[in-house]
Nanobody, 125 residues
Framework: QVQLVESGGGLVQAGGSLRLSCAAS????????MGWFRQAPGKEREFVGT????????YYADSVKGRFTISGDRAKNTVYVQMNSLKPEDTAVYYC??????????????????WGQGTQVTVSS
């Protein structure tokens, strides 16, 4: 059994920063990518960003590019997202995800096999 556990969510004012962490536990696994998605109330889950371990490439959604920074440690199956200049529209539950197989796209949820329970991020105006 693999578990991904997120931490670091909370309430912050617009313009503030938060850093989310995600750590894997349970059965050892090797992932192709680890990243973040988010889901705001009444909306579908959307891609935030991911790191592809083999190339080291990091991909971001246009909505967060320049404000969010993803980093991680492949050997430890950990991934982080530093979120700066937060906006009220960033309010959502943020999910960590890991993909253990090759995928056609790293931006779709179908490219991920393990998911965390989510951590709430609320940005007040």
């Amino acid at each position: 059994q693999v578990q991904l556990v997120e931490s670091g969510g909370g309430l912050v004012q617009a313009g503030g920063s938060l850093r989310l962490s995600c750590a894997a536990s349970g059965r050892t696994f090797s992932s192709y990518r680890m990243g973040w998605f988010r889901q705001a109330p009444g909306k579908e889950r959307e891609f935030v960003g991911t790191i592809a371990w083999s190339t080291g490439n990091i991909y971001y959604a246009d909505s967060v590019k320049g404000r969010f920074t993803i980093s991680g440690d492949r050997a430890k199956n950990t991934v982080y997202v530093q979120m700066n200049s937060l906006k009220p529209e960033d309010t959502a539950v943020y999910y960590c995800a890991a993909g253990i197989k090759p995928a056609r796209t790293v931006r779709g949820s179908e490219g991920y096999d393990y998911w965390g329970q989510g951590t709430q991020v609320t940005v007040s105006s």
